[in-house]
């Protein structure tokens, strides 16, 4: 088994709901793209000037020779993956970013947002390696995160050394040109799907594509992995709105920025046989009333307060 690293770039081929294969960019083929009227020197030149720096100033931090930014700024040579990670690191703005808009049309607003970490495209795309691993053939396998996993996975999902010690496996009838990985999800939160059970996702690489109503599994900054049903507000209001199907718990919003990785629902795995569907019906016609009563108490409480 081999691990390996992919630089994501997202897709704008809006035809295709899972643009993985095409929005992948392996170190050789960023290399070799062509900057041709693209952004990158005038982007690194405005924002050199915006934050009142020399010439001198970015060459020392990022360590390298006046002469080469200088090369940069005025278009006479173009950078290697090295440089655009370093301006991209040194500067908080994503490489698709830096490459592809024009940076001095953007409003001041915008700029200040975007020096925050809201990117401009809000896709996701901000510079993000995912680690993976290949059988033999040269195929990708799906990696197994397990529930005692998680935390583990929550902090090392970007580190390869991290992702070719879990458990790997495939699926004949899934796809070979996208991208799958499955994890344990635990609680009640998503029922009738069973504590305990195998989810498997197909990798998202531009937010933008989440569909609302569909069931994802997104990585998030403070909860970790959670499984559940998405609005995607992303373009509108820079959020996705997370619902549970157990209608006991209450949906809530979730920043983009607090988003690593997002993984569309494919199919689940459970050693226990799904409800019912009397029972189903029971169940919720019963946490229905209790839910009415609680606000009938809230109600009266409201009241004795006046």
């Not at 799907?193 to 498997?200: A, E, K």
């Not at 409800?275 to 009415?292: A, S």
């Amino acid at each position: 088994m081999f691990t390996m690293c992919r630089l994501l770039l997202p897709s704008h081929n809006k035809d295709s709901l899972s643009p993985f294969p095409k929005g992948i960019s392996t170190i050789k083929q960023l290399n070799n793209q062509q900057f041709n009227n693209m952004y990158f020197n005038s982007n690194i030149k405005f924002l050199r000037k915006h934050r009142h720096h020399t010439q001198d100033d970015i060459a020392f931090a990022l360590g390298m020779k006046r002469s080469t930014l200088s090369g940069y700024e005025n278009g006479v040579s173009e950078p290697n993956l090295e440089a655009l990670i370093a301006f991209s690191k040194y500067f908080g703005i994503a490489i698709d970013t830096l490459v592809k808009v024009d940076l001095t049309g953007i409003s001041p607003s915008q700029l200040l947002q975007l020096e925050r970490g809201y990117d401009v495209h809000l896709k996701g795309s901000n510079l993000r390696v995912l680690a993976t691993t290949v059988n033999n053939d040269n195929d990708e396998n799906i990696e197994l995160v397990t529930e005692k996993a998680k935390a583990g996975y929550a902090t090392g999902f970007a580190d390869p050394e991290y992702i070719k010690v879990l458990p790997t496996f495939t699926m004949p009838f899934l796809s070979r040109d996208r991208k799958y990985r499955t994890f344990q999800i635990s609680g009640d939160s998503m029922l009738p799907i069973p504590d305990g059970s195998y989810v498997t996702g197909e990798y998202v690489l531009d937010w933008t594509y989440i569909r609302s109503g569909q069931p994802y599994i997104v990585l998030t900054q403070d909860d970790g992995i959670v499984f559940k049903i998405v609005e995607n507000k992303i373009e509108q209001e820079g959020k996705l709105k997370m619902s549970s199907l157990n209608p006991l718990y209450q949906p809530y919003d979730l920043a983009a920025a607090d988003i690593k990785e997002v993984w569309k629902f494919v199919h689940y795995i459970s050693a226990e046989m799904p409800e019912q569907r009397e029972n189903r019906f029971r169940e919720e016609e019963l946490i229905q009333t209790v839910q009415e009563l609680k606000k009938k108490v809230e109600e009266i409480q409201l009241q004795l307060n006046l």
